[in-house]
Protein backbone atom coordinates (compact mmCIF):
# COMPACT_ATOMS: atom_id res chain seq x y z
CA UNK A 1 0.00 0.00 0.00
CA UNK A 2 1.78 3.42 -1.02
CA UNK A 3 1.77 5.92 1.34
CA UNK A 4 0.41 8.93 0.81
CA UNK A 5 1.97 12.20 -0.19
CA UNK A 6 1.80 15.35 0.77
CA UNK A 7 -0.98 16.54 -0.50
CA UNK A 8 -3.74 13.28 -0.32
CA UNK A 9 -5.94 13.72 2.83
CA UNK A 10 -5.83 10.79 4.92
CA UNK A 11 -9.87 10.17 6.15
CA UNK A 12 -9.68 8.24 9.20
CA UNK A 13 -12.02 8.89 13.00
CA UNK A 14 -10.68 11.41 14.73
CA UNK A 15 -8.79 10.75 18.17
CA UNK A 16 -10.04 13.12 20.74
CA UNK A 17 -6.96 13.86 22.43
CA UNK A 18 -5.80 15.16 19.38
CA UNK A 19 -8.41 17.41 18.09
CA UNK A 20 -8.16 20.61 18.43
CA UNK A 21 -10.52 22.55 19.68
CA UNK A 22 -10.62 24.97 16.91
CA UNK A 23 -11.23 22.04 14.26
CA UNK A 24 -14.05 22.75 12.09
CA UNK A 25 -15.52 19.00 12.31
CA UNK A 26 -14.32 15.61 13.71
CA UNK A 27 -15.91 12.44 14.17
CA UNK A 28 -15.11 9.09 16.40
CA UNK A 29 -17.55 6.07 16.49
CA UNK A 30 -16.97 5.55 19.90
CA UNK A 31 -18.04 9.20 21.31
CA UNK A 32 -20.46 9.42 18.77
CA UNK A 33 -22.46 6.43 20.78
CA UNK A 34 -22.02 7.71 24.14
CA UNK A 35 -23.39 11.27 23.19
CA UNK A 36 -26.43 9.43 21.15
CA UNK A 37 -27.01 6.98 24.07
CA UNK A 38 -26.87 10.30 26.64
CA UNK A 39 -28.64 12.73 24.48
CA UNK A 40 -31.47 11.08 22.63
CA UNK A 41 -31.55 7.33 23.43
CA UNK A 42 -31.79 7.36 27.61
CA UNK A 43 -33.59 10.99 27.40
CA UNK A 44 -36.49 10.42 24.99
CA UNK A 45 -38.18 7.10 26.58
CA UNK A 46 -37.26 8.78 30.50
CA UNK A 47 -38.92 12.12 29.50
CA UNK A 48 -42.27 9.69 28.28
CA UNK A 49 -41.95 7.82 31.55
CA UNK A 50 -41.96 10.49 33.83
CA UNK A 51 -44.20 12.73 31.50
CA UNK A 52 -46.35 10.09 32.26
CA UNK A 53 -46.37 9.77 35.71
CA UNK A 54 -46.76 13.18 36.63
CA UNK A 55 -49.46 13.84 33.57
CA UNK A 56 -48.26 16.33 32.11
CA UNK A 57 -49.19 16.63 28.24
CA UNK A 58 -48.23 14.25 25.81
CA UNK A 59 -49.31 14.12 22.26
CA UNK A 60 -50.40 10.43 21.54
CA UNK A 61 -47.98 9.10 18.85
CA UNK A 62 -48.48 5.95 16.44
CA UNK A 63 -45.21 3.48 16.74
CA UNK A 64 -44.38 5.01 13.19
CA UNK A 65 -44.02 8.59 14.47
CA UNK A 66 -42.04 7.52 17.02
CA UNK A 67 -39.96 6.12 14.80
CA UNK A 68 -39.85 9.25 13.17
CA UNK A 69 -38.67 11.28 16.01
CA UNK A 70 -36.05 9.01 16.75
CA UNK A 71 -35.07 9.23 13.24
CA UNK A 72 -34.95 12.88 12.91
CA UNK A 73 -32.99 12.94 16.52
CA UNK A 74 -30.43 11.19 14.93
CA UNK A 75 -30.10 13.03 11.91
CA UNK A 76 -29.98 16.05 13.87
CA UNK A 77 -27.51 14.59 16.90
CA UNK A 78 -25.47 13.55 14.09
CA UNK A 79 -24.98 17.21 12.18
CA UNK A 80 -24.56 18.82 15.78
CA UNK A 81 -21.96 16.11 16.94
CA UNK A 82 -19.77 16.31 14.41
CA UNK A 83 -20.04 19.93 13.30
CA UNK A 84 -20.19 20.87 16.99
CA UNK A 85 -16.77 19.04 17.36
CA UNK A 86 -18.16 17.12 20.56
CA UNK A 87 -15.50 14.63 19.52
CA UNK A 88 -13.55 16.75 21.71
CA UNK A 89 -16.47 18.47 23.62
CA UNK A 90 -18.70 16.28 24.86
CA UNK A 91 -17.83 15.07 28.57
CA UNK A 92 -19.24 13.94 31.72
CA UNK A 93 -20.15 18.11 32.12
CA UNK A 94 -22.89 18.08 29.30
CA UNK A 95 -24.44 14.90 30.32
CA UNK A 96 -25.09 16.05 33.95
CA UNK A 97 -25.86 19.90 32.99
CA UNK A 98 -28.46 18.06 30.00
CA UNK A 99 -30.83 16.22 32.21
CA UNK A 100 -31.61 18.95 34.51
CA UNK A 101 -32.46 21.43 31.96
CA UNK A 102 -34.23 19.08 30.40
CA UNK A 103 -36.13 18.48 32.81
CA UNK A 104 -36.54 22.23 34.11
CA UNK A 105 -37.55 23.22 30.85
CA UNK A 106 -40.43 20.76 30.76
CA UNK A 107 -41.81 22.10 33.84
CA UNK A 108 -41.71 25.69 33.14
CA UNK A 109 -43.70 24.32 29.58
CA UNK A 110 -46.10 22.93 31.85
CA UNK A 111 -46.97 26.03 33.88
CA UNK A 112 -50.57 26.72 32.80
CA UNK A 113 -49.91 30.40 31.24
CA UNK A 114 -46.77 28.93 29.26
CA UNK A 115 -49.21 26.93 26.90
CA UNK A 116 -49.48 28.97 24.46
CA UNK A 117 -47.73 29.15 20.79
CA UNK A 118 -45.83 31.81 19.16
CA UNK A 119 -48.11 32.49 16.28
CA UNK A 120 -51.30 33.17 19.28
CA UNK A 121 -48.87 36.70 20.97
CA UNK A 122 -52.51 38.68 20.81
CA UNK A 123 -54.31 36.08 22.62
CA UNK A 124 -51.05 35.47 25.45
CA UNK A 125 -51.62 36.23 29.61
CA UNK A 126 -49.23 38.54 31.20
CA UNK A 127 -47.30 35.01 32.88
CA UNK A 128 -46.63 34.56 29.37
CA UNK A 129 -45.28 37.24 28.44
CA UNK A 130 -43.23 37.64 31.86
CA UNK A 131 -41.81 33.99 31.14
CA UNK A 132 -40.99 35.60 27.67
CA UNK A 133 -39.34 38.80 28.09
CA UNK A 134 -37.25 37.22 30.31
CA UNK A 135 -35.82 34.62 28.57
CA UNK A 136 -35.19 37.43 26.26
CA UNK A 137 -33.40 39.49 28.45
CA UNK A 138 -31.54 36.78 30.33
CA UNK A 139 -30.56 35.81 27.03
CA UNK A 140 -29.30 39.11 25.83
CA UNK A 141 -27.08 39.33 29.13
CA UNK A 142 -25.45 36.24 28.79
CA UNK A 143 -24.85 36.61 25.07
CA UNK A 144 -23.32 40.13 25.68
CA UNK A 145 -21.21 38.28 29.10
CA UNK A 146 -19.70 35.83 27.16
CA UNK A 147 -18.78 38.26 23.88
CA UNK A 148 -17.10 40.58 26.95
CA UNK A 149 -15.04 37.52 28.16
CA UNK A 150 -13.86 36.87 24.36
Known amino acids: MPVPGAYEPVLEFSDPALVRESALFSFNPLVYLYFMISFLIVPYPLYWCVARKYKWELADKSLARHWSDMILGFSYGTILFVFGNYTHAFSWVTVVAFYPSLFGYALIAE ?38 IA
Open 111 to 148: LPFTKYSLPNMKQWPMGMWAVFITAIVRTTRIGSASAS
